[in-house]
C-alpha cells in the first residue's frame, strides 16, 4: 500500500513536495572560480579577456586568444561562521579541497582581412561550493520554541494522537512535523498537545541550540566557440552543462533542566543537472586606443533535479523514530523539480598600459524575482509567490588590476554584491509542503570580496597564485512563528580561498 501511494505521490506531487524557496536561491548564485589570474583580479576580466574562466562571464573574451592554451587550478577553502546567539557565541569551521577549474583554447589563425581568428575552448569550474558548517546555541529559551509551530500546523489539521500509524504519513493534509511532535510525546497524559489551556507548552524548554553540516555544490562544464573581428570585434557563445551534488545535514534540539526534551534532524540532498546559454561581445571603439568595452547576456539557467528527504527525531526518553522507517514512510520523500534561475546583464570596460598594467571594471544585474519553479503544481505556483515576496534586485560590482614586469604579475580585485533578499523575508512552514519539517532559514546580506594574486609567465609556461577573502553577515532563524518576534541569531561568515594555476601557452 505505502509503496502504490509513494508512486501516486510521485506522478501528482500536489501536497508532498518539498520545494523550498531557500533551498532554490543558492542555485541562482556565482561564485568568483576559474584560474588564480582571474581569481586574482576579483573575477574583473569581462572585457579584458584572454583567461578560459572569461567563458562563464563574457564570452567573447576568448576571442582574444592567438594561441592555444590548456590549464588546471585547484584550490583550498577554508570557511568560518561565527553566531551570535543573545549573546552566545558560537564557532564552526569546515576545510575543503577542490579542482576550482581545469580546460583548453584552441586558437585557429585564419589570417583573413575580418576574420582574424575563430578560437574554441570547454573548460571545466566549481561554480558554487556550498559546503560550510554552522553551530547556534540559546542558552535562554526566552519563550520561544520550535513546538509552538508543531502546535499550530497540529492544530491546522489535526489527527488521532492517539492512533500513530503510517497512514497518517500518506494523508496529505497532515503536517508530518507535527506527526513527529507527536512520536515525541510532545504532551501529556492529560489530552494536552504541545500546549497547556493556558498556552503555556507542556515541555517548557530553557534553550535550544541548532547545528547544520553542508557539503558539494554546483559543478558547470563551458562549450565555446568566439571569433575575432579585425581586431576591433570580438563576439563570443558559451553554452553551459551545469551538474548539482549537493547535501546538508542539520539538528535543532530543545531541553531543560533535565536534560533534552527533542532532537529533530533533517536530511536533505538534491542532484540534477541544467544548461544555460551566454552570449558576449567586446568593441574597441577607437583604433589606436587599447580601451575596450563589454556587454554579456546570461539566459537563465534551466535546473531539473531530484530532492531527497528524510527527518527523524529524538524524543525526552531517548528514543529514534525515523521518517525512513518501515512502519512509516519507509524511505526518503523524493521529488523532481524544474527550475529556471534569472537571467544576468553584464557590461564591463577596460584600459591596458601597454603591457605594463591593465585595469577592468564591470557591473552586473540579476533579478532574483524572475527566477521561478516551472510546472502547473499548486505548490510551485505556491513557491514562485514567496520568491516574489521574498527576494529582489541583485546588483555586482568587480574591479580587478594587473601589474606585470618582466614576467612577474601582481593582481588585486574587489567585488561587492548586494543581498538578494527583502528585508522581510521568511521561510512559510504553515504554507509549505507537508513533508517540510526542516523550519531554519538563512537571510544573507551584503557580500564584500577581496581579492590578491601573483604570477609568472615564461615563453610558454605559466603558474599563477590567488588569495581570495569573502566576508557576509546574515540573520539566521531557527524557525518562524507568526505570532511571536522570531528569534534571530547574527552570524558573520567567512571564507579564505587560495587556489592555484599550471599551464602552457604554445
Known amino acids: 500500500m505505502k509503496r502504490l501511494t509513494y508512486l501516486f505521490l510521485l506522478l501528482f506531487p500536489i501536497g508532498i513536495c518539498a520545494q523550498d524557496m531557500y533551498n532554490a536561491i543558492p542555485l541562482f548564485e556565482n561564485d568568483i572560480t576559474g584560474t588564480a589570474r582571474f581569481v586574482g583580479m576579483g573575477g574583473s576580466m ?18 582574444l586568444y592567438r594561441s592555444n592554451d590548456v590549464s588546471f587550478s585547484f584550490g583550498f577553502d577554508h570557511i568560518m561562521n ?12 569546515t576545510t575543503d579541497f577542490s579542482i576550482e577549474n581545469a580546460g583548453f583554447v584552441f586558437s585557429c589563425d585564419i589570417d583573413d582581412s575580418v576574420l582574424k581568428f575563430l578560437n574554441v575552448g570547454i573548460a571545466y569550474r566549481n561554480r558554487n561550493n556550498l559546503a560550510g558548517e554552522l553551530d547556534a546555541f540559546n542558552p535562554n529559551g526566552g519563550g520561544f520554541s520550535q513546538q509552538y509551530v508543531m502546535a499550530d500546523l497540529y492544530n491546522k489539521n489535526r489527527f488521532n494522537w492517539n492512533n500513530l500509524s503510517y497512514t497518517l504519513y500518506e494523508d496529505m493534509n497532515i503536517s508530518w512535523l507535527a506527526l513527529l511532535g507527536a512520536e515525541a510525546y ?43 573581428l579585425g ?38 540532498r538534491m542532484e540534477g543537472q541544467g544548461f544555460d546559454i551566454k552570449l558576449g561581445a567586446i568593441f574597441r571603439p577607437f583604433k589606436y586606443s587599447p580601451f575596450k568595452i563589454g556587454i554579456a547576456f546570461h539566459s537563465p539557467t534551466w535546473y531539473e533535479y531530484d530532492e531527497y528527504t528524510s527527518a527523524s527525531i529524538r524524543d525526552p526518553y531517548g528514543n529514534i523514530i525515523d521518517t525512513r522507517d518501515y512502519e512509516l514512510y519507509d524511505g526518503e520523500v523524493v521529488l523532481r523539480s524544474k527550475l529556471s534561475t534569472p537571467w544576468r546583464l553584464n557590461a564591463s570596460m577596460s584600459y591596458t598600459f601597454g603591457t605594463l598594467l591593465a585595469i577592468n571594471a564591470e557591473y552586473e544585474y540579476a533579478d532574483f524575482k524572475n527566477g521561478e519553479f516551472t510546472g502547473a503544481s499548486s505548490i510551485a505556483k505556491a513557491q514562485n509567490t514567496e520568491i516574489g515576496y521574498n527576494v529582489k534586485e541583485q546588483h555586482t ?23 538578494p533578499f527583502e528585508t522581510s523575508a521568511y521561510k512559510d512552514i504553515y504554507n509549505s509542503p507537508v ?18 594574486g601573483c604570477g609568472y609567465r615564461g615563453k610558454s609556461f605559466y603558474f599563477d ?22 528569534p534571530c541569531a547574527k552570524v558573520d561568515n567567512q571564507k579564505h580561498s587560495v587556489i592555484g594555476t599550471l599551464g602552457f601557452r604554445f
Not at 46 to 63: E, F, H, K, Q
Open 186 to 228: 510532545l504532551g501529556d497524559d492529560e489530552g494536552n498537545r504541545f500546549t497547556k489551556p493556558n498556552g503555556s507548552l507542556v515541555w517548557n524548554p530553557t534553550y535550544y541550540g541548532y547545528y547544520s553540516e553542508e557539503k558539494g555544490g554546483v559543478d558547470e562544464v563551458d562549450l565555446n566557440v568566439a571569433l575575432n
Open 231 to 268: 581586431d576591433r570585434v570580438y563576439l563570443g557563445a558559451t553554452v553551459g552543462v551545469q551538474n548539482i551534488d549537493y547535501s546538508r545535514y542539520s539538528c535543532y534540539d530543545e531541553g531543560d533542566d533535565h536534560g533534552e526534551i527533542y532532537a529533530l534532524e533533517n536530511r536533505y
Open 465 to 486: 597564485l590567488a588569495y581570495m577573502f569573502q566576508k557576509q553577515d546574515s540573520d539566521f532563524y531557527p524557525f518562524y512563528d507568526t505570532e511571536w518576534v522570531n
Open 397 to 419: 560590482a568587480r574591479i580587478g588590476a594587473e601589474l606585470n614586469v618582466d614576467g612577474f604579475a601582481l593582481r588585486a580585485g574587489y567585488n561587492y554584491i548586494t543581498s
Open 46 to 63: 569581462g572585457s579584458l579577456g584572454g583567461d578560459l574562466s572569461v567563458m562563464g562571464t563574457n564570452p567573447a573574451g576568448i576571442g
Open 435 to 452: 513533508t517540510m519539517t526542516s523550519t531554519e532559514y538563512h537571510n544573507k546580506f551584503e557580500k564584500n570580496i577581496v581579492t590578491l
Open 82 to 93: 561565527k553566531a551570535d546567539f543573545n549573546g552566545e557565541i558560537t564557532k564552526a569551521q
